[in-house]
């Protein structure tokens, strides 16, 4: 955390500067360590002399200008809706470098995909299978796939987010068979170039033992079908630190793990080394976004305890809400001042749940002040709503000392702008 005269700067912009200008509540990325980040994982893939690629899982962050920033960092990136592959678009960003996952794509989805030339699709199933052969096959047309296996393995994070066990929506069953009837489906297929197998375990992962077990399994997998896939796709779901109780594996012991188990099991399994890819959201724009906002009322409720409430809360972090998510908050303005209180940091919404920061350790505050949440640049934005209508806040990059606006804050009029004008008919 960078900091000077006691205020917290991020990208080399005071927090105080950044809402005098922007207002709060506001989303602030430090450009230059989403720029880290890929570059430690790009280095470490490096260092095991693989073929790979990084392709960012944008449910993470989905912006124009994270697409401008990767394009500049030349990684990939993953969409899972029409609305990911509209702002990929937008950016500008090269569809040859995108994939498409999600476990219900439309029709309409997959015809966007296809005419706008996305790289890579990655097969859920077997309606997707049918929907995809069928359009293809209307068109004439190719397609690069991945097959999402649900592996039947389990990280251990929250239920919610864990998405590689068996009982699973996503992806096709490895156990009972039906990845096998649809691996044959799809080798049977012209207009299906199946370049390799897929699959997720889950996200907020703190060990290893998952991605060697996949990795295991994908490339036995391929030697029991008899395939020799070009890539593996081992998902995303590299954990980092919200709070204390965190402790994350740096992302270069993960590729590194992942590398070394690729090597053993292709060897084991008499496969050549596939390509690598990987696909993280979280771990790539979590720990640059802070969000700021402006302490506003306070109770105080003896022998229980005070609540501190902000100007926004779940409509931009429905995290602590929906997953008991634990962050943490400094005193932007008096980042080192002594601590003095204990207090439950709430936001400005009608639900008790309306929780932001669940326990927090603060120095003496006042209303007016300034509090930064940190580490929340991964599925804050991106699960933002308009909940009691408040408009949802602007977001903005700041990269050695230069803050720019890159979403603006919604306005009132952008939160009645689709309620129809209708004449009412009385009788
Ligand atoms: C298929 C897939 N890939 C990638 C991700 C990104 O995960 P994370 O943000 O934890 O890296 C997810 C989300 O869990 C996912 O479902
Ligand atoms: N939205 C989740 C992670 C995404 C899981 C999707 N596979 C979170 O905030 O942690």
């Not at 996503?170 to 156990?175: C, I, N, Q, V």
């Amino acid at each position: 955390m960078q900091s000077e005269n006691n205020q917290l700067y991020i990208g080399g912009v005071s927090a105080d500067e950044l809402a005098r200008r922007y207002q709060t509540p506001l989303y602030v990325y430090d450009v230059s360590r989403i720029r880290a980040t890929i570059s430690e994982m790009k280095a470490a893939f490096a260092a095991e002399k693989v073929h790979y690629e990084i392709s960012y899982a944008s449910k993470a962050f989905s912006v124009v200008a994270i697409y401008d920033l990767l394009k500049d960092e030349k990684i990939h990136c993953d969409a899972v809706s029409g609305g990911e592959i509209a702002t990929i678009e937008k950016a500008g960003f090269p569809m040859k470098n995108v994939s498409f996952n999600g476990n219900n794509k439309s029709l309409d989805e997959l015809k966007m995909a296809v005419d706008y030339g996305v790289g890579t699709i990655i097969i859920d199933n077997f309606h997707e299978l049918d929907l995809l052969t069928g359009l293809l096959e209307k068109r004439q047309q190719t397609q690069n796939v991945l097959m999402r296996l649900s592996p039947g393995i389990s990280a251990h994070t929250h239920e919610f987010i864990s998405t590689g066990q068996q009982d699973s929506k996503f992806g096709f069953d490895l156990l009972s068979g039906q990845a096998k009837t649809a691996f044959d489906q799809i080798q049977a297929s012209k207009y299906l170039n199946l370049r390799g197998l897929h699959a997720h375990i889950g996200s907020q992962i703190f060990e290893t033992d998952g991605y060697s077990h996949l990795v295991d399994l994908l490339c036995k997998t391929a030697h029991d079908w008899h395939f020799q896939p070009e890539i593996i796709d081992v998902g995303g779901g590299f954990g980092i630190r919200y709070n204390e109780e965190d402790d994350p594996i740096p992302n270069a012991t993960f590729i590194h793990l992942i590398c070394q188990s690729a090597r053993t099991a292709s060897r084991q399994y008499g496969l050549s080394l596939p390509e690598i890819w990987i696909e993280p959201g979280r771990s790539i724009v979590g720990p640059a976004g802070y969000s700021l906002y402006t302490i506003g009322g306070r109770k105080d409720i003896p022998g229980i305890r005070s609540y501190l409430s902000v100007d926004g809360g779940m409509g931009d972090n429905i995290r602590p809400a929906l997953y008991g998510a634990k962050y943490e908050a400094v005193l932007a303005n008096q980042l080192n001042a002594a601590v003095k209180q204990v207090v439950r940091i709430a936001g400005k919404y009608c639900e008790s749940g309306d929780v932001l920061v669940w326990q927090q350790e603060l120095p003496k505050t006042k209303a007016g002040d300034l509090l930064a949440i940190l580490a929340t640049g991964a599925y804050g934005y991106s699960m933002a709503s308009n909940y009691n209508r408040n408009p949802r806040p602007a977001v903005v990059f700041a990269e050695n000392g230069h803050a720019q606006l890159v979403v603006k804050r919604e306005s009132f009029a952008d939160i009645t702008r689709l309620d129809m004008d209708y004449e009412v008919e009385n009788d």
